[in-house]
């Protein structure tokens, strides 16, 4: 049994936290935001986001940061991505060296265009910091539906504790050392989501959103293996696997605001109606930077983004995609 406080008490911590405690361990989760305790504490039986579900007794709600951080085997970061930096940096104090925090959420800060794990080992240079990402929808993992995902960390000793602590007989847990990879592949299937929702919102079919999966996976590898991924991640877990599930899903918020703006709506009347953080659109604006940062070409991810920020028709976007140059399917491959 292990000691283990999730710090952000959104969809995915409170699943992480249920399968964690009904596992055997010792949980506590903690918010910063007062009312999402209370909610928590009154509504352990019937949770809005999690249908279905129900969060133990044993689990334990503070408000009290210290509290969460002290005398903790492991610390699993699920905040949503915009405050990973904020929650790192009040959190600092309390972190012991060496301490292993994993962390679950998945976008890329804007500005900095760094990782989240980035952002945690900035702000908490003394931890170690490992990350968890896969094909895992919070409603699923929360109501004990088989799942797997990839573990990656920097020792083999890191990922394999990290690994020991979250599987079970329904939740199975591979290890890898490709931290960088994983984390690209996690943020940057979302702006891919955006557009497939897009696609199935103009009504096209499954031809159509398959090859923006296959062409959208392609471009994320390219840039993923040019800032030092590897390239089987990407066909990985945190990789196809994930991309699969969020195009494909009506858990997917970013499918959904995709759905939307297919549908003709704009990205504010869109987010509206997800009512939720999509982070998509924020990794979308990421993505471009990292992608001429980097020179690398994402056709893409510069469509989806004259869609969410230039007003751009999503159906002319998928015009202008159809009509690019020819081209060889992968610039490697080629005749003797
Ligand atoms: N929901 C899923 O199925 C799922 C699965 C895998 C990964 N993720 C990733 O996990 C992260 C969290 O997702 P979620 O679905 O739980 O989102 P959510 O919107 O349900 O929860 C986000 C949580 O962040 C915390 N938060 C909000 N404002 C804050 C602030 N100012 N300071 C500190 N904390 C604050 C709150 O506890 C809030 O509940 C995202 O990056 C998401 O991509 C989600």
């Given at each position: 049994?292990?000691k283990?406080?999730?710090?952000?008490?959104?969809?995915?911590?409170?699943?992480?936290?249920?399968?964690?405690?009904?596992?055997?361990?010792?949980?506590?989760?903690?918010?910063?935001?007062?009312?999402?305790?209370?909610?928590?504490?009154?509504?352990?039986k019937?949770?809005?986001?999690?249908?279905?579900?129900?969060?133990?007794?044993?689990?334990?709600?503070?408000?009290?940061?210290?509290?969460?951080?002290?005398?903790?085997?492991?610390?699993?970061?699920?905040?949503?991505?915009?405050?990973i930096?904020?929650?790192?940096?009040?959190?600092?104090?309390?972190?012991?060296?060496?301490?292993?925090?994993?962390?679950?959420?998945?976008?890329?800060?804007?500005?900095?265009?760094?990782?989240?794990?980035?952002?945690?080992?900035?702000?908490?240079?003394?931890?170690?910091?490992?990350?968890?990402?896969?094909?895992?929808?919070?409603?699923?993992?929360?109501?004990?539906?088989?799942?797997?995902?990839?573990?990656?960390?920097?020792?083999?000793?890191?990922?394999?504790?990290?690994?020991?602590?979250f599987?079970?007989?329904?939740?199975?847990?591979y290890?890898?050392?490709?931290?960088?990879?994983?984390?690209?592949?996690?943020?940057?299937k979302?702006?891919?989501?955006?557009?497939?929702?897009?696609?199935?919102?103009?009504?096209?079919?499954?031809?159509?959103?398959?090859?923006?999966?296959?062409?959208?996976?392609?471009e994320?590898?390219?840039?993923?293996?040019?800032?030092?991924?590897?390239?089987?991640?990407f066909?990985?877990?945190?990789?196809f696997?994930?991309?699969?599930?969020?195009?494909?899903?009506?858990?997917?918020?970013?499918?959904?605001?995709?759905?939307?703006?297919?549908?003709?709506?704009?990205?504010?009347?869109?987010?509206?109606?997800?009512?939720?953080?999509?982070?998509?659109?924020?990794s979308?604006?990421?993505?471009l930077?990292?992608?001429?940062?980097?020179?690398?070409?994402?056709?893409?991810?510069?469509?989806?983004?004259?869609?969410?920020?230039?007003?751009?028709?999503s159906?002319?976007?998928?015009?202008?995609?159809?009509?690019?140059?020819?081209?060889?399917?992968?610039?490697?491959?080629?005749?003797?």
């Amino acid at each position: 049994m292990s000691k283990v406080s999730v710090l952000g008490a959104g969809t995915w911590g409170c699943a992480i936290a249920i399968l964690l405690a009904n596992s055997g361990h010792d949980v506590t989760i903690w918010t910063k935001i007062e009312a999402e305790a209370r909610m928590l504490n009154e509504n352990r039986k019937s949770m809005k986001n999690l249908p279905g579900a129900q969060m133990p007794d044993q689990v334990k709600i503070t408000l009290d940061l210290e509290d969460a951080c002290n005398d903790k085997d492991l610390l699993v970061m699920a905040v949503a991505s915009p405050y990973i930096r904020s929650t790192s940096h009040i959190a600092s104090p309390y972190i012991k060296e060496g301490q292993i925090i994993v962390n679950v959420s998945k976008g890329i800060e804007d500005g900095s265009l760094s990782t989240l794990s980035e952002v945690i080992s900035d702000e908490i240079p003394q931890a170690d910091v490992a990350v968890l990402s896969g094909p895992s929808h919070a409603e699923e993992v929360s109501r004990g539906i088989p799942t797997t995902i990839v573990v990656g960390a920097r020792t083999k000793e890191t990922a394999r504790f990290i690994q020991d602590v979250f599987m079970t007989d329904v939740f199975r847990v591979y290890t890898s050392p490709d931290i960088i990879g994983i984390e690209l592949g996690g943020s940057l299937k979302n702006v891919i989501a955006l557009a497939a929702g897009c696609v199935d919102g103009l009504g096209y079919g499954d031809n159509t959103k398959a090859a923006l999966m296959t062409r959208g996976m392609a471009e994320i590898s390219r840039l993923g293996v040019k800032m030092g991924g590897k390239i089987e991640t990407f066909s990985g877990l945190s990789g196809f696997g994930d991309l699969f599930v969020t195009c494909n899903s009506k858990h997917s918020r970013n499918w959904n605001a995709g759905y939307l703006m297919g549908q003709g709506k704009t990205m504010q009347e869109a987010m509206q109606q997800v009512g939720q953080v999509v982070e998509g659109i924020n990794s979308a604006k990421a993505a471009l930077a990292l992608a001429e940062k980097n020179d690398v070409e994402m056709p893409i991810v510069e469509q989806i983004n004259l869609v969410l920020f230039e007003g751009k028709a999503s159906k002319d976007a998928l015009y202008d995609l159809l009509g690019r140059d020819k081209r060889k399917e992968y610039k490697s491959l080629d005749w003797e």
